[in-house]
């Protein structure tokens, strides 16, 4: 390829800008020169992105939570409009954030810039008219769940998930206990409460009640808090030094603090998957506004809401959503597993059965192999 390429590339959330920074530096092992600029997080600019603006500002869950970053929304909305006019990139890559991406997508095709979807919105679980709207908007998508390719036709690609290339603890469990600062012997519950404000809100409260509980039944237990780079710690540790407990905040090495936790509290979504290629029993959570959930909860029809066990097609791990997530719900969750050893690696082996369905690794390698064919005018 002789002229030098644009690619405009949005992300409008942590785990977007965790694959979309994979994504770009393997597209510059096959294109050395190409020229990346959009919206995303710290793993894009540190991937070598020019960032137009932080995604931190448009990120939200839910229906209710949209109307807090309305004006933001709107701005960067605005300034992707004029990116798009002003340097008129060769390709507009979109991952997941449909309600934004969607919009920007087809403004790009209006411009005559081609688009590819990287990663699927959740169109198994509502708005399925959504598919035809992006196999009409898209010269490609490519899925990283098993299930999606075959919603698109021929438009959609499996290119294996992109976790499997970069979920792995760097340290062996011992060293890492030590470097972490944790006792050798004494349990280890690893607390993520989600990557955005709003989730945050919600959840976190729930679970340093949770953890008082489960200290009283084991006065040994140890708390991890891996911090999403979307979070911002000084908006976490007074609510956390308000309880006593002494949880250890993990701003690096996440997948170390996970990997030799005996049991981890999680938000649904990405960090499903991470904790479960990482082998780690957990609790799938998650909590919304009132509002948020009743409308959801109309329009959404899925059997489970953590991704792991909708790969496994199976229950494999508990869940607890809205009103079923108390203090002492959790406790008991949690409390069943470190008890039981035996039921503890009856989990990991299941959790790794339904991590063998998502691929090998090299995702983010064939999804490359992707982008260029279709600059090259062969996608």
Same mark, same amino acid.
């Given at each position: 390829m002789s002229d030098q390429k644009s690619i405009m590339i949005i992300a409008g959330e942590a785990s977007g800008d965790l694959h979309a920074s994979s994504l770009v530096l393997e597209i510059r092992k096959l294109i050395p020169d190409a020229r990346f600029t959009g919206i995303g997080g710290s793993r894009m600019r540190d991937a070598g992105v020019d960032l137009i603006l932080n995604n931190r500002e448009i990120a939200v869950t839910g229906f209710s939570e949209v109307f807090s970053k309305v004006r933001n929304i709107l701005k960067a909305f605005r300034m992707v409009k004029e990116t798009?006019?002003? &340097?008129?990139?060769?390709?507009?890559?979109?991952?997941?954030?449909?309600?934004? !991406?969607?919009?920007?997508?087809?403004?790009?095709?209006?411009?005559?810039?081609?688009?590819?979807?990287?990663? %699927?919105?959740?169109?198994?679980?509502?708005?399925?008219?959504?598919?035809?709207?992006?196999?009409?908007?898209?010269?490609?998508?490519?899925?990283?769940?098993?299930?999606?390719?075959?919603?698109?036709?021929?438009?959609?690609?499996f290119v294996g998930n992109p976790l499997l290339d970069v979920v792995r603890p760097s340290l062996p469990a011992g060293e890492a206990r030590e470097q972490f600062g944790l006792r050798k012997k004494s349990p280890v519950v690893a607390l993520l409460p989600g990557s955005r404000e709003n989730e945050i809100r919600q959840l976190l409260p729930i679970?340093?009640?949770?953890? #008082?509980?489960?200290?009283?039944?084991?006065?040994?237990?140890?708390?991890?808090?891996?911090?999403?780079? +979307?979070?911002?710690?000084?908006?976490?540790?007074?609510?956390?030094?308000?309880?006593?407990?002494?949880?250890? /905040?993990?701003?690096?090495?996440?997948?170390?603090?996970?990997?030799? %936790?005996?049991?981890?509290?999680? &938000?649904?979504?990405?960090?499903?998957?991470? +904790?479960?290629?990482?082998?780690?029993?957990? /609790?799938?959570?998650?909590?919304?506004?009132?509002?948020?959930?009743?409308?959801? %909860?109309?329009?959404?029809?899925?059997? #489970?809401?953590? /991704?792991? !066990?909708?790969?496994?097609?199976?229950?494999?791990?508990?869940?607890?959503?809205?009103?079923?997530?108390?203090?002492?719900?959790?406790?008991?969750?949690?409390?069943h597993v470190l008890k039981d050893r035996v039921r503890s690696a009856e989990i990991s082996k299941k959790l790794k059965q339904a991590v063998s369905r998502l691929g090998g690794p090299g995702a983010s390698a064939r999804a490359a192999e992707v982008v260029v064919q279709c600059l090259e005018g062969k996608g």
């Open positions: 798009m006019r002003m &340097a008129r990139p060769d390709l507009l890559i979109l991952l997941d954030f449909p309600d934004f !991406n969607l919009r920007a997508g087809k403004t790009a095709r209006r411009m005559g810039i081609p688009v590819i979807y990287y990663i %699927s919105p959740q169109v198994w679980a509502w708005r399925r008219g959504r598919v035809r709207t992006i196999q009409k908007l898209v010269e490609k998508i490519m899925v990283i769940l098993p299930f999606e390719a075959p919603l698109y036709g021929d438009k959609g690609v679970f340093l009640k949770a953890a #008082h509980l489960i200290r009283e039944q084991v006065p040994d237990i140890q708390y991890l808090l891996p911090v999403a780079p +979307t979070v911002s710690e000084e908006k976490i540790q007074p609510m956390i030094q308000e309880t006593g407990i002494l949880i250890r /905040l993990v701003r690096d090495r996440v997948y170390d603090a996970i990997a030799l %936790s005996d049991f981890a509290v999680v &938000a649904s979504g990405t960090a499903t998957l991470e +904790t479960a290629i990482l082998g780690v029993p957990m /609790l799938i959570v998650y909590k919304m506004s009132r509002m948020s959930y009743l409308m959801a %909860s109309r329009l959404v029809r899925v059997p #489970h809401i953590g /991704l792991i !066990n909708m790969v496994a097609g199976e229950r494999i791990v508990p869940e607890l959503i809205q009103d079923q997530l108390t203090p002492d719900r959790i406790m008991k969750e949690v409390l």
